[in-house]
């Protein structure tokens, strides 16, 4: 929550930034890929610390796999905290700055939450060993045939 709050929190500021130059979508689009590699990154340092990530790749450690699976989840999110800022540009044509961040943080809260269940139970899923079922093995009853052949 920490790791992914914060890099919510940066890339609020910066979308807010950025949408002073350039179109909302194409400013949220642009800090989206940013800011997804970098907590993809976070997230397989030290959130997730997915074992099964390859060491010693520099900069970035995480697979190609990792970090397109986690694309997917941005991908999604970007499309939730669009629409939301869109909708609420459809209701009020100008609303203060504060209005918009509050309907940004708010549908980027709701998709962090999805995007990391979706990291934890798909991309990240270490697929740990499960310990063997515990069999018992219980007495069985004889049979009628069996009873009705010993009294014979």
Do not use: K, W
């Amino acid at each position: 929550m920490v790791l992914g709050g914060g890099v919510g929190l940066a890339s609020s500021a910066a979308v807010a930034l950025l949408a002073v130059f350039l179109p909302f979508a194409l400013a949220n689009a642009l800090i989206a890929v940013v800011s997804t590699v970098l907590a993809t990154e976070l997230h397989a340092r030290f959130t997730f610390a997915s074992e099964q990530r390859p060491a010693g790749r520099g900069l970035l450690r995480c697979g190609l796999r990792h970090h397109l699976q986690s694309a997917g989840t941005a991908t999604a999110a970007f499309a939730v905290t669009t629409l939301a800022v869109l909708v609420l540009h459809a209701f009020d044509s100008t609303p203060g700055l504060a209005v918009e961040q509050t309907v940004y943080l708010s549908a980027s809260a709701l998709a962090g939450i999805g995007r990391f269940l979706a990291l934890r139970l798909y991309v990240f899923a270490t697929g740990r060993e499960r310990p063997a079922p515990v069999t018992v093995a219980l007495p069985t009853s004889p049979t009628r045939r069996d009873l009705l052949t010993t009294a014979s």
